[in-house]
């Protein structure tokens, strides 16, 4: 059984440019969550979809956005990128109402900005 | 917002030795307690758990405790191994299957 799976696995863009990260989630799994994890700190909540819908957002402008699609796969898009927005980005995905209502993450997509 | 603190930030033992963090959170509404383990570059992945109902969970040799009156729960690890060394997160939230509000870490480096 597949686990979470993100794509790409490395990116880099220059600052101004605009990025997009997918994730795919566990089957049966229709929660997805996106974190932010900048070197040597702990993950930083971004979004939460559940069921297609936002769920929560987390302290960050709004040039991050994100979308989640019928079959529960999930975009983050980033606008206008920034130095500052070099990171790892991890992608969770649980399900409501189970024993696995737990978080399992992806490997991330590390996104270098230069 | 919820303010989530770990101590220590680092910590070396000797293998076989025993490792104990400690995680203090401020809202009193979580109830859902993990501990999290990244290795260099890759994936945080979901060590043990705690629900609010619960005091104590054990894992051979892993166990967390809660004390959700002073609001702190903590990780110990037992027999120590060189496998051990990574870098260990608590993520108390309100929900399990929601929002995860991490700590900023605690290195554990476990010498042989």
């Known amino acids: 059984d597949a686990g979470v799976t993100q794509s790409p696995t490395h990116l880099i863009k220059t600052r101004g440019q605009h990025v997009t990260l997918r994730c795919s989630p566990i089957?049966?799994?229709?929660?997805v969550s996106w974190y932010q994890q900048v070197l040597g700190q702990g993950p930083q909540f971004i979004f939460q979809?559940?069921?297609?819908?936002?769920?929560g957002r987390g302290n960050f402008p709004d040039r991050f956005s994100a979308r989640q699609f019928p079959n529960y796969s999930s975009e983050l898009n980033v606008n206008a990128l920034l130095l500052g927005d070099s990171a790892l980005y991890l992608c969770?995905?649980?399900?409501?109402?189970?024993?696995?209502?737990?978080?399992?993450f992806g490997p991330g997509t590390r996104l270098l900005v230069l | 917002g919820e303010n989530v603190e770990q101590h220590p930030s680092t910590l070396s033992v000797q293998e076989g030795d025993s490792a104990v963090i400690k995680c203090t959170y401020s809202?009193?509404?979580?109830?859902?307690f993990p501990w999290y383990k990244q290795e260099l570059g890759k994936r945080p992945q979901l060590i043990i758990d705690?629900?609010?109902?619960?005091g104590e969970k054990k894992d051979q040799r892993i166990a967390v405790t809660l004390n959700k009156t002073a609001k702190h729960f903590s990780l110990h690890i037992t027999e120590t191994q060189p496998e051990d060394s990574a870098v260990y997160f608590c993520?108390?939230?309100?929900?399990?299957?929601?929002?995860?509000?991490f700590g900023a870490g605690t290195q554990v480096v476990v010498t042989p």
């Open positions: 089957s049966g799994h229709k929660s």
């Open positions: 993520a108390p939230s309100t929900d399990s299957w929601g929002k995860l509000q």
């Open positions: 809202d009193s509404a979580s109830n859902y």
């Open positions: 969770a995905s649980s399900s409501k109402g189970t024993r696995e209502e737990t978080q399992y």
């Open positions: 705690i629900r609010s109902n619960v």
């Open positions: 979809y559940y069921e297609k819908e936002e769920r």
